[in-house]
């Protein structure tokens, strides 16, 4: 079992940054991949971004390519999204993901553990 604990969420102007972070515990050495993927009010799950935690690339969709960046701290076991210029249809709660089993793709299907979600909401 993985445990995935976000934060970082909060409230922001649009154009302004928010860095969310996901600190995994527990059997984490069977982790391949980690992700992020956000959920707005009525609508599906959707990717953000991934990244692969041996060798560290990194995925993006293409809403939020060149705005929002993912890393992670092996040490700490610790996944970064830093957010940039945001926008209000940046809303929604963002989750924190990770796969096993040599997998990383872009629907939710492929992750295997989650947390449990924190808010980000930008106004306009």
């Known amino acids: 079992q993985v445990q995935l604990v976000e934060s970082g969420g909060g409230l922001v102007q649009a154009g302004g940054s928010l860095r969310l972070s996901c600190a995994a515990s527990g059997r984490t050495y069977n982790t391949y991949a980690m992700a992020w993927f956000r959920q707005a009010p009525g609508k599906e799950r959707e990717f953000v971004a991934a990244i692969r935690w041996s060798g560290g690339r990194t995925y993006y969709a293409d809403s939020v390519k060149g705005r929002f960046t993912v890393s992670r701290d092996n040490a700490k076991n610790t996944v970064y999204l830093q957010m940039n210029s945001l926008k209000p249809e940046d809303t929604a709660v963002y989750y924190c993901?990770?796969?096993?089993?040599?997998?990383?793709?872009?629907?939710?299907?492929?992750?295997?553990?989650w947390g449990q979600g924190t808010q980000v909401t930008v106004s306009s």
């Open positions: 993901a990770a796969s096993t089993g040599y997998r990383l793709g872009f629907t939710a299907n492929t992750y295997d553990y």
